[in-house]
């Protein structure tokens, strides 16, 4: 039996003007608490049969202020409480099969949202309001899946997972498959396939703020991905191994905040929509893994891919989709300088260039192309459970900016990255 849980809070100034919002003014920031309390019960009979239980509580607080331009202070907030139940069975092997079955149950029992903005009406979909947004939502899930052992070199891994969005969406279906194979001693090969989904919550669904810079989302679908992989590690020997994979996915029903007009003082308004028609990706990556000793660790990582938008057109022949860089890659290296007590590690990451949000003084415009150097000092003192280090990020101090969304004003809808960074680390575990 395993009782956890967690509580964090966090407070986040907002300085990039986003929402109509005065820059660089105090008072514009967010606060998030998010907690949750959980029980898990695991037994095994003597003849192999599993049950596996879990019961969690979860909560969220959440409250954004925000001094909007011209027209004073306002704030958004949302309050979530919603609880969870599942019961899983793992069945006894036989044949080279093992089964397994279960269903959950997630009741978001409350769910109340709110946005006040001077001068326009106040959205609130608390109890005793009027309108059609709902205060909760109840899903019922079930899956089930077989890890099958066809032979010595050779297993498949295949399960079916359906979720009721009863009083919305109704039932999603998603499969996933994984043939494993080891095709020779030092090889092992991974054929993946897999369907997924991401329902959109009531904020998405339902929000606005009165027109200030959000209107409500119309008719709002979940989004789903399809995807083949194929993955390939070889082990050169006890130090080095490599790993290739390449990948192909399909989105559909993408959800974005896109544009949604603009108001006579150019406000740019943003709504949550789906994107019609189809999201290609299509991808490849390599890794080299050198481990020299105890605590040593060098890595050099590449990838390359593409996403595009294809509505309309033939595959991978549309737009590039913003935020998506085709060129990234990583060294990395680790090393201890006395063992288990005070260890160096640095890396080197490069991220391509990247199109923003679509801009009509400057469609095409790509930014965000860096190369940042990282150091750090880091170790433990496992006495007392404590665990250290020291860290400066952006050793260049490269200051790009990176694609954000429409609700931000600065050019290409991009936002400035601090330079040059140091990080402080101390923690104890008990």
Not at 57 to 69: K, L
Not at 106 to 128: E, I, L, M, Y
Not at 130 to 149: L, T
Not at 366 to 384: D, K
Request: aromatic residues 12%; glycine residues 12%; hydrophobic residues 40%.
């Amino acid at each position: 039996m395993t009782l956890s849980g967690s509580y964090n809070w966090r407070r986040k100034a907002v300085p990039t003007a986003a929402f109509d919002t005065v820059f660089g003014a105090p008072g514009t920031q967010t606060a998030d608490r998010r907690g949750f309390l959980e029980a898990q019960v695991a037994h095994t009979f003597a003849n192999g049969l599993g049950i596996d239980a879990r019961a969690a509580f979860d909560a969220e607080r959440y409250r954004g202020d925000w001094q909007y331009r011209g027209a004073g202070p306002g704030y958004d907030s949302s309050f979530e409480n919603w609880g969870t139940g599942e019961l899983r069975f793992r069945l006894p092997a036989m044949g080279g099969h093992r089964l397994f079955l279960g269903g959950e149950i997630q009741d978001r029992f409350r769910v109340h949202v709110r946005s006040v903005t001077p001068g326009k009406q106040t959205f609130d979909n608390g109890a005793g309001n009027p309108g059609a947004v709902p205060d909760g939502e109840v899903i019922y899930s079930a899956y089930a899946g077989d890890d099958w052992r066809i032979s010595p070199r050779l297993l498949l891994d295949a399960a079916v997972r359906i979720d009721d969005y009863a009083d919305s969406f109704g039932a999603v279906v998603n499969p996933r498959i994984a043939l494993i194979a080891q095709p020779y001693a030092a090889g092992t090969t991974k054929l993946l396939f897999g369907r997924a989904f991401r329902a959109p919550g009531i904020y998405e669904r339902f929000f606005n703020d009165g027109g200030a810079s959000q209107i409500a989302a119309q008719d709002l679908r979940p989004e789903r991905v399809t995807t083949f992989e194929v993955e390939h590690s070889h082990q050169l020997n006890d130090e080095v191994s490599l790993l290739v994979a390449g990948y192909l996915s399909r989105i559909e029903k993408l959800i974005r905040a896109a544009p949604a007009g603009t108001l006579a003082d150019g406000t740019v308004l943003s709504q949550f929509q789906n994107r019609e028609g189809f999201v290609h990706g299509a991808g490849a990556e390599a890794e080299v893994r050198w481990t020299a000793g105890p605590g040593v660790l060098f890595s050099a990582w590449y990838a390359w891919s593409l996403v595009r938008d294809d509505t309309g057109t033939g595959l991978f022949q549309g737009a590039a989709i913003p935020n998506s860089p085709q060129h990234t890659g990583a060294v990395r290296l680790l090393y201890p300088l006395v063992p288990q007590v005070l260890s160096v590690s640095t890396e080197a990451v490069y991220g391509g260039p990247r199109h923003t949000v679509s801009d009509s003084t400057e469609p095409d415009r790509l930014l965000g192309e860096s190369l940042q150097w990282n150091v750090g000092l880091s170790g433990e003192y496992a006495r007392w459970n404590l665990r250290y280090g020291a860290f400066v990020y952006d050793l260049l101090d490269e200051r790009v900016s990176l694609p954000g969304g429409p609700e931000i004003p600065f050019p290409g809808h991009a936002v400035p990255q601090i330079g040059r960074t140091l990080r402080l680390q101390l923690a104890a575990s008990f």
